[in-house]
């Protein structure tokens, strides 16, 4: 039944613009029920849609096999309908009271080979779909029971960003995730919960509300009123679910207290994750949950490590006030025994240092944008699949056709993008043309698309067809995807004029992925010829487009994917390399322009673009070998002001498994080499000092360990036997063993093997570092130059 309250506090409800925040539905007697929970600007409002029914699609020829279910069941129904199957059967509408009969119903038929369609979409999800719906809507009607709205009407208002409420939580424990305090930071609230008896006097000063708890029972008490009172839209965090919330729930647990963070006082619903061991998702009705890590991802942020205190050091150029795991844990432990005060200042800084993350980086509005983008609720991070099926789906439909199910098509491999075989060397004057969102511009001129697939391969006639690659056939006019793109595209160039990134970022993200989702066998639109349709097309323009600039006297020296990378021939000043740059991208996209209309009859879409200009430029080789390598190279890029930059892709300096020594290394050799500045005497000043111990800060390795270290049997990694030692050393020392489960280790090379920093107690491996890190990338750098890291160095290994 309805949790509504009684008839006689209804109130029409005026039209309301919101921001969808969560969604949930489930089945009644009545049927089945959606519940939105929207962020407005006149504070969280619940919409509820009751009595709804939910759909899925038989082949015809199938009815009989639904006879019995039918006559079993109350509430489904079959309706003729306009559709039909990717191959070609006309369908029937089975319609149910409630969802969970449409997953029976599938189940019940698997035996019979019986497919049903499309039963797998949630009733939240397709109700906004079919309206063309992400996030933002305008609610019309309906009736009001307070801040609750039953039964308006949803559509779409795609230029409305709601006022959110935010608040950042952090918890700190003991070593065995024991509670000591909560810290709660938002606009109008800044608070500790802290367990133990007030002090007679505080010990540091405060800008925040303290409270003393005498029990974790009465922790959790204050921290369910706290919600209830300042009701938050969104929480933020660092590890927020994995760590904190889980810690939460466990400690109320404990207590025997349900923790009651969701709006109207509801619990966290706890699920893990279906590939993920041990991931936990922790949707609550009517507040979003948005961890900084997994934001500052999805946002292709990237860091070395994605620890608070490291991403608030490169970010905001500040971090925590405790050092190293070993001392934040002892510290933690002394505060919270010693100054109770001084512990509550360090949770709320932590609290503080996300928001200010948060600020800087734009992660909430990034979020809101990209749910308003995907149509996914603003914590779901990933599902580009999911994505695309919530744009495709409706305007699939209103072509005729319901969606396959995943696993009709088999898993196949695929052509990925085309990589160009590299020309190794010094080059000076190379400049690199980058086509923009080379996949989705495929998309919108060549007409790519699961429906213009299914009409091509089905016509009579191939007349009018657009051919595509392996003997593919698309529609001119039955497509929905080339439209999508468009209207995606249409929108990222707005944004980008509004200078709004988090928005040109999330569209961006979104177009890109479309290709990519096509080739993924969990998707239900999975089909090789279609990815293919894409990754070839991309293969034949990077090879015309290489054939076009070498027939204008340059050489194309490498290519990968959406970019070429064009030796100018001889040295060009940098006016004279850009003006090269600019009439070579004009002719081609013009070139473009004249042969789709020519040879297809097609409006172009494709468009390259002078993305940089590098004065001097290495192309390394494989190690080991002269065939040049891919995806590896470094250059000095000049901009249209003249100014300077070192430039690295894929070498060594960008891998975790090189050290510092070799980074700072490789920077300094290449940047010498570029400006035509000596560079023998400092490789060997530079192998002299580190024999001589005088770079031994440099020489630490941080690597991460990615599986538990008990699962490590045969072929020890060193990261793992100096994880070890760490451990063994803790033991001993009565400190928590860090590396049990996986994480972050740092250890250097000595002559005994690796061992962690925390517990070295032998000489360092000078040997070890010459050979196998400076060595090998110096001559990858000097061997093209003819010289090599042994003749500049034998003199000085000898003296030590």
Known sequence: MSDLPPPSTRVDAPDLQGFILTRDWRDTVDGTEIVYWLATDQGPRKLVLTGLTSVAFLPSRHRPAVEAPLRAARGLELRELALKTFSHEPVVGVYARQFRDLGRLARALQPQQSPLYEADIRPHDRYLMERFITASVVVEGGVRHGSTIVDGRLKPAPDYRPPVRLVSLDIETSATEDLYSIALDSADDRVVFMLGAAPVAETCPIDFRLVYCPSRLAMVDQLNAWFADHDPDVIVGWNVVQFDLRVLQKTADACGKPLLLGREGRPIAWRTHPGKQGYLFAPMPGRVVIDGIDALRAAMWSFPSFSLEAVSQELLGEGKDIGDAYDKMAEIERRYREDQPALAV???RECALVLRIFEKAKLLQFVLERAQTTGLQADHFGGSIAAFSHHYLPRMHRLGYVAPNVGDIAAKAYPGGYVMDSRPGFYDSVV?????????????TFLVDPV?????MAAADPTGLVEGPQGTLFSRD????????TTLWHARDAAKQAKNEPLSQALKLLMNSFSGVLGASECRFFNPQLVSAVTLRGHAMMKLTRDFVERRGYQAIYGDTDSIFVWLRRPHSNAEAHAVAADLVRDINAWWTERLRVEHDLENFLEIEFDTHYAKFFMPTIRGSDVGSKKRYAGLSVDAAGREAMVFRGLEMARSDWTPLARQFQDAL???????EPYRDYVRDYAQSTLA????DLLVYRKRLRHRLDAYHTNVPPQVRAARLADEHNASLGRPRLYQHGGWIRYVMTRSGPEPLEAQASRIDYEHYLTKQLQPIADAILQPLGDSF??????QKALF
């Open 478 to 485: 039955r497509h929905a995807l080339p439209d999508i793109v």
């Open 670 to 676: 290449l940047s010498r080499i570029f400006r035509g």
């Open 346 to 348: 360090y949770n709320i």
């Open 790 to 795: 042994a003749a500049l160095t034998t003199s």
């Open 693 to 696: 111990g005088r770079m031994d």
């Open 452 to 456: 213009g697939l299914v009409e091509g």
């Open 432 to 444: 690199v043309l980058d086509y923009k969102s080379l996949y989705p511009s495929i998309i919108r």
